[in-house]
T-cell receptor
Framework: SQTIHQWPATLVQPVGSPLSLECTVEGTSNPNLYWYRQAAGRGLQLLFYSVGIGQISSEVPQNLSASRPQDRQFILSSKKLLLSDSGFYLC????????????FGQGTRLTVV | AQTVTQSQPEMSVQEAETVTLSCTYDTSESDYYLFWYKQPPSRQMILVIRQEAYKQQNATENRFSVNFQKAAKSFSLKISDSQLGDAAMYFCAYMEYGNKLVFGAGTILRVKS
């Protein structure tokens, strides 16, 4: 069966420090991968999505970047964190391009202090 | 761009009673999928129910059902026989091509015993 792993679960980082969040999927090949962010008390916003290795699309301008070095690995990064980067980050995966279910990881709570 | 609106920031229901959560969306597409996700305090995103726009029949999953009004672009969730475990944040979501989800702001559901 397919599983998705996301870590760390919780992270507290100072302003200006770098960031690396990792997500891996098991049990499937060539998945679509997504990074969503949930600000406090709000819905999820799509940040990045990828349909293959090295293929990254950014949905909103921001201080973050994403990379996909392997088929089932998706990394969210920042060179210098801002206070506004605080939030709950969720990785998700799906298969195919048209209307199939997306499955979510357990999320990372990031607090920038 | 597609938008999803949940006009009820918070709802309360007595245990064993029925509650309806509202959702409206905007799209120019004719074929699409709509979802309701549940986010309990653990923050894990759990798929509750999904509806295919070309299907006229409303989707049902045990105690959960939807009222899908395509012309009105309305997609409400009805929870029957509410249980304490139903307490959570509920998100309505529209799926774009590429399986990208557009979320509403969410509705907090409180269940009273």
């Amino acid at each position: 069966s397919q599983t998705i792993h996301q870590w760390p679960a919780t992270l507290v980082q100072p302003v200006g420090s770098p960031l690396s969040l990792e997500c891996t999927v098991e049990g499937t090949s060539n998945p679509n991968l997504y990074w969503y962010r949930q600000a406090a008390g709000r819905g999820l916003q799509l940040l990045f999505y990828s349909v293959g290795i090295g293929q990254i699309s950014s949905e909103v301008p921001q201080n973050l970047s994403a990379s996909r070095p392997q088929d089932r690995q998706f990394i969210l990064s920042s060179k210098k964190l801002l206070l506004s980067d605080s939030g709950f980050y969720l990785c998700a995966w799906s298969v195919g391009q048209v209307n199939t279910e997306a499955f979510f990881g357990q999320g990372t709570r990031l607090t920038v202090v | 761009a597609q938008t999803v609106t949940q006009s009820q920031p918070e709802m309360s229901v007595q245990e064993a009673e029925t509650v309806t959560l509202s959702c409206t969306y905007d799209t120019s597409e004719s074929d699409y999928y709509l979802f309701w996700y549940k986010q309990p305090p653990s923050r894990q995103m759990i798929l509750v129910i999904r509806q295919e726009a070309y299907k006229q029949q409303n989707a049902t999953e045990n105690r959960f059902s939807v009222n899908f009004q395509k012309a009105a672009k309305s997609f409400s969730l009805k929870i029957s026989d509410s249980q304490l475990g139903d307490a959570a944040m509920y998100f309505c979501a529209y799926m774009e091509y590429g399986n990208k989800l557009v979320f509403g702001a969410g509705t907090i559901l409180r269940v009273k015993s």
